[in-house]
């Protein structure tokens, strides 16, 4: 299906019956985003809401791929901290970062030693000592079950290419 560009990503996306006849039926689990080329290295993302970023190659403030790979690590185990914690105190200060080391080895270009650092304060009293209690096993969890991205990372997932014309 060749998308007509007036519609939005979400409207392009196909349906079930437009779908070809080998591929399965998308499933609630399946997610998927769309990359547009604006010009030589620079790209939009669209995701299937509509929602865009914009990312390039890494020649001005646009995110560059391993950038966004790392936001997302960030942005994962920040929604399920985030979301355990507040239930017990709303954070006065909540900053996560996340660094890793490039390298090119005889496995190629890839990301090592990937730090995940947790910044973050509650308040004083019940609520925000009880959050603060929490916080390293929500972490763990986060970490050894909770966030996709990062156990994607850590578990590794088959990447398979395929060339449409």
């Given at each position: 299906m060749i998308p007509d560009r007036s519609e939005?990503?979400?409207?392009?996306m196909p349906t079930d019956q437009e779908r070809p006849a080998e591929l399965p039926p998308e499933k609630p689990s399946h997610r998927?985003?769309?990359?547009?080329?604006r010009d030589k290295g620079h790209y939009?993302?669209?995701?299937?809401?509509?929602?865009?970023?914009?990312?390039?190659?890494?020649?001005?403030?646009?995110f560059?791929?391993?950038?966004?790979?790392?936001?997302a690590i960030a942005g994962c185990t920040s929604v399920d901290v985030d979301h355990l914690t507040a239930r017990r105190a709303e954070p006065e200060s909540?900053?996560?970062?996340?660094?890793?080391?490039?390298?090119?080895d005889e496995?190629?270009?890839?990301?090592?030693?990937?730090?995940?650092?947790?910044?973050?304060?509650?308040?004083?009293?019940?609520g925000g000592d009880a959050a603060r209690a929490v916080l390293?096993?929500?972490?763990?969890?986060?970490?050894?079950?909770?966030c996709t991205v990062s156990r994607?990372?850590?578990?590794?997932?088959?990447v398979s290419t395929v060339i449409e014309q």
């Open positions: 939005s990503y979400a409207e392009r998927s985003i769309r990359l547009d080329r939009t993302v669209t995701n299937v809401r509509g929602g865009t970023i914009p990312i390039s190659s890494g020649n001005n403030t646009e560059t791929p391993v950038e966004l790979l790392l936001a909540f900053v996560v970062e996340v660094g890793a080391e490039k390298v090119a496995q190629g270009n890839h990301l090592t030693d990937i730090v995940v650092t947790f910044r973050i304060a509650y308040p004083e009293g019940e390293p096993d929500i972490v763990t969890k986060s970490h050894d079950r909770l994607t990372v850590e578990l590794g997932a088959h």
